[in-house]
């Protein structure tokens, strides 16, 4: 069975520092992996995709990948109260349509 | 990103009747479509998964027969909630995949908040 986890947090961090959030999977055939951020009544939205090794940086985020530990994480640098919200983990596996997610953990940021 | 168009954002209807929500992606084809339900405060639920011109695959304990899906084309797949209850008063979310294999990215619709009453 396909499992995702992350913790439910809240995570809470003060204005300006870095938020890390951190997925790990259980299925080492996964390929691709998702960042999604959805904020209280609202759909989510994605944020970042990662496919290799390694980091990738888009902005104030940054994805990192380790297959071999089957972990993903998500850095946010210089939070902003609005950065404040659940952040949900996605994981695809080759020849599946549908993404695993996990149940999310939400971020606080504090001004 | 892609844009995925939800429609209705919020809907209240009468106990017994039936609803139909639409799923369009705007810029993309979609080939496949994901209907979620989302309760307060709770995580994601995946309902059924879509494929353009084939019958959708639904999750465990998900009722076929009251939860109608529809993927006619590319850009469109329809949730039909029939003989709506109060317990299925929830936040149902579409999400649409394209082409290109396992590295293409998912995109979430607005959501609809239904009401029964």
Partial sequence: QKEVEQNSGPLSVPEGAIASLNCTYSDRGSQSFFWYRQYSGKSPELIMSIYSNGDKEDGRFTAQLNKASQYVSLLIRDSQPSDSATYLCAVGLSGYSTLTFGKGTMLLVSP | ?117
């Fill in chain 2, 1 to 117: 990103g892609a844009v995925v168009s939800q429609h209705p954002s919020w809907v209240i209807c009468k106990s017994g009747t039936s609803v139909k929500i639409e799923c369009r992606s705007l810029d993309f084809q979609a080939t496949t479509m994901f209907w979620y339900r989302q309760f307060p405060k709770q995580s994601l639920m995946l309902m059924a998964t879509s494929n353009e011109g084939s019958k959708a695959t639904y999750e465990q304990g998900v009722e076929k027969d009251k939860f109608l899906i529809n993927h006619a084309s590319l850009t469109l797949s329809t949730l039909t909630v029939t003989s709506a209850h109060p317990e299925d008063s929830s936040f149902y979310i579409c999400s649409a995949r394209g082409q290109g294999g396992v590295n293409t990215e998912a995109f979430f619709g607005q959501g609809t908040r239904l009401t029964v009453v």
